[in-house]
């Protein structure tokens, strides 16, 4: 496998669980709108993944899945980071959620 394969990876990776934390955040705080495209987004990028993964079990690239599983956690990492941070300003900018939390936790 070359570097374009493990690019590939970590991009996926990158958009797989960047979108699964955002729709983590979504069904958090109600956000109903994005959920459609979240779940699209994640189904396409699981496929990716785990067909990659696949095929380098079957052809038994030992240092291709630890590559793999590096190239992974990058991606996956810096996903959940930007996921958050996207988040949090979306929040800001006056989100449902703020009303909800208010309404919630008096005081």
């Known amino acids: 496998m070359g570097v374009s394969h493990f690019l590939l990876i970590l991009i996926t990776s990158f958009a797989y669980i960047g979108t699964k934390a955002f729709q983590q955040l979504n069904v958090m705080h ?8 979240c779940t699209t987004i994640m189904v396409f990028c699981e496929v990716m993944i785990f067909g990659n993964i696949a ?15 590096v190239a992974m956690s990058v991606g996956a990492s810096s996903g959940a980071l930007l996921s958050m941070t996207m988040h949090k300003r979306m929040r800001k900018n006056g989100g449902k959620d703020e009303r909800v939390r208010h309404r919630s936790h008096p005081g």
């Open 55 to 69: 095929v380098e079990a079957v052809e038994g690239d030992i240092w291709g899945l630890t590559f793999t599983i």
């Open 30 to 37: 109600d956000y109903r709108k994005l959920v459609p495209l």
